[in-house]
């Protein structure tokens, strides 16, 4: 039988040997020896210098550090309410001698008598405490109110969006409006394009089904969510054959406008009417059955039904020269433009913010709205044109454009449009494409 190395055989067993007595009375000795020696060391005092070797290093016990702590931040979102006072929206957070210091710094930077009703703003807190109050002016700028060592102040940030540029076109089957739609977009980029074009296109008479556009328009996103749109910096539209391009351009010192290829300004004296999308109920006419008094009169104004508030805007730079009401024209105003004319706006629901006699307006400014005072069987727009007191046909008048970008800035306008003119072209032959293999899709079918 093989052993393991690791057995060991009991104390009795005979494979173990047992100590002799001799080993045993010696070892028995030893062992009292170690006693004494260990009684006489534990007994006897020990010295100071040998206390102090063994005297303990004193262990300071680790202080543990208070948990890290997330601070919380939250923020509550609101518009304006009606009737509202900056008071009233950051009360709970400053005193009244504070919100009276704010006041009188806002003056200077935002007057908080400006703070309309329906704007958007934001409180943000810090662990229960004031952080910020920011109030959104409009879509391009907010004013902000924060806490500088204890003591608040207010300053004016631009608002951060993201910007993609993105090409977006469309063919007309009823409107502009609708054709908008279609795509998906939103009404406003509609207005947009109307504002653009409007010197050359009327977009009540003009369009055609079959008319086609497209433009290469900032989309800007905020927290991730679609915030409108930026700036149109190229765009085309094709009415009736006859393409008409506009690229955003800043001649020098001169406003942002927007010329054609040529670097002509789609800017005119005058626009081609007053309001962007209604219809015309009544032309110009020097003989016309009047729908009221039933007695035949000239009538050289252009009629635009639309509904009730439709914004209406001036054709053109001026002044208000007459604002008031009559029994026949209802709410009106009258602006005198340069060189002679003069262009009257009837039947007015009421005036927009600011609107005064006296005052200057600019082309395309909402001036007032649409409505039916006065003597009117409906909600429409009575629009009249003179020049040197003589009636004129809107809608024959040839307007003057305003200057063409400059000689000076030519070559700067060429380079900066030229990569917006090629993206146009792409974007227009794919769309042809597009739908040359759609219609023969159809006719395989």
């Known amino acids: 039988m093989s052993l393991n190395k690791d057995f060991h055989p009991p104390l009795n067993s005979p494979g173990r040997r047992q100590p002799s007595k001799v080993k045993k009375i010696i070892f028995?000795?030893?062992?009292?020896?170690?006693?004494?020696?260990?009684?006489?060391?534990?007994?006897?005092?020990?010295?100071a210098e040998l206390e102090a070797r063994e005297t303990p290093l004193a262990v300071t016990a680790p202080v543990s550090s208070p948990p890290l702590t997330k601070a919380v931040r939250e923020e509550f979102k609101a518009l304006v309410p009606t009737g509202s006072s900056i008071t009233a929206l950051i009360g709970d957070y400053f005193s009244l001698q504070e919100i009276d210091s704010l006041n009188r710094q806002s003056k200077e930077v935002y007057p908080f008598t400006k703070i309309c009703a329906g704007q958007p703003y934001r409180i943000v807190t810090i662990d229960n405490q004031f952080d910020s109050f920011i109030y959104e002016i409009d879509d391009e700028e907010q004013l902000i109110i924060r806490l500088d060592k204890d003591q608040p102040t207010l300053e004016l940030q631009p608002i951060e969006y993201e910007v993609v540029v993105e090409s977006v076109q469309g063919e007309i089957k009823t409107s502009l409006f609708e054709a908008i739609q279609e795509i998906g977009e939103k009404p406003e980029l509609a207005y947009i394009l109307a504002d653009i074009f409007g010197w050359d296109i009327n977009f009540i008479l003009d369009l055609r089904v079959g008319d086609r556009f497209q433009a290469l328009v900032q989309k800007r996103y905020r927290d991730g969510e679609p915030a409108g749109y930026g700036r149109v910096l190229a765009a085309e539209f094709i009415n009736q054959g006859e393409s008409f391009k506009a690229l955003r351009f800043k001649d020098g010192d001169q406003k942002v406008s927007f010329y054609n290829e040529k670097g002509e300004n789609l800017r005119k004296a005058f626009l081609k009417a007053p309001l962007s999308f209604t219809r015309i109920s009544s032309g110009y006419t020097m003989r016309r059955l009047h729908p009221i008094t039933k007695v035949w009169k000239a009538h050289p104004a252009i009629d635009y039904a639309a509904p009730i508030g439709t914004p209406v805007k001036t054709v053109g730079d001026g002044s208000i020269t007459r604002k008031g009401y009559g029994e026949g024209n209802g709410h009106f105003l009258e602006v005198t433009h340069s060189n002679g004319y003069k262009t009257m706006y009837l039947h007015l629901k009421g005036f927009a913010r600011g609107i005064a006699q006296g005052k200057r307006v600019h082309q395309?400014?909402?001036?007032?709205?649409?409505?039916?005072?006065?003597?009117?069987?409906g909600p429409h727009l009575d629009f009249r044109m003179t020049r040197h007191g003589k009636p004129v046909n809107p809608l024959k008048l040839k307007a003057p454009a305003a200057e063409a970008v400059s000689a000076e800035h030519m070559a700067e306008f060429k380079a900066l449009t030229a990569p917006l003119l090629a993206r146009l072209e792409e974007s227009y032959l794919q769309h042809t494409q597009l739908a040359q293999t759609e219609s023969n899709q159809k006719k395989a079918l």
């Open 364 to 377: 395309g400014q909402i001036i007032g709205y649409v409505g039916s005072s006065g003597m009117s069987t």
């Open 28 to 47: 028995g000795a030893l062992v009292m020896m170690g006693a004494g020696i260990l009684f006489f060391l534990v007994g006897s005092e020990p010295s």
